[in-house]
């Protein structure tokens, strides 16, 4: 499975970034079951608490419009002054809302500028879920 253009629409995505705050832009791109893709960035606010994620974004934004199942997320983070893109982990809180709609095997797909990606399942990176 080539994911590499759900990695462009991560980088895509990201370009989004309302993060003033951390000044860490974060993109992501959701597959879901049907073929579609919702794609998300991080968006800060004031009272820093009150941030959501790149992939929360895209969650919501799926879940919202009707969508239940999904394949894979990419997923791609960095400094908006870096030179390089590096791969960007999910939070505890993203690995919980992954827990919630999707099943053991769905896909984390992280990369950075280049190519190259890593890709890891949930179960992999949330192995003791609450549920
Ligand atoms: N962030 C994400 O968007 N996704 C993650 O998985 C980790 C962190 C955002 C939240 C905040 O706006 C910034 O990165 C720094 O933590």
């Given at each position: ?19 003033p705050y951390s ?82 095997d769905f896909v ?24």
């Amino acid at each position: 499975m080539d994911y590499g253009y759900l990695m462009d629409e991560a980088r895509r995505a990201r370009k989004a970034a309302y993060a003033p705050y951390s000044g860490f832009q974060v993109g992501a791109a959701l597959l879901c079951s049907d073929g579609s893709i919702f794609t998300g960035c991080n968006v800060e606010n004031a009272s820093y608490g009150a941030a959501n994620c790149a992939e929360r974004t895209a969650f919501f934004k799926a879940v919202s419009e009707g969508k239940r199942s999904f394949r894979a997320i990419a997923v791609v983070g960095g400094r908006e002054d870096a030179e390089h893109l590096d791969p960007c982990p999910p939070c505890g809180i993203c690995r919980q809302v992954m827990q919630e709609f999707c099943g053991e095997d769905f896909v984390i797909v992280l990369g950075n500028d280049s190519v190259d990606y890593e890709l890891h399942t949930l179960r992999e990176i949330f192995p003791l879920p609450f549920q």
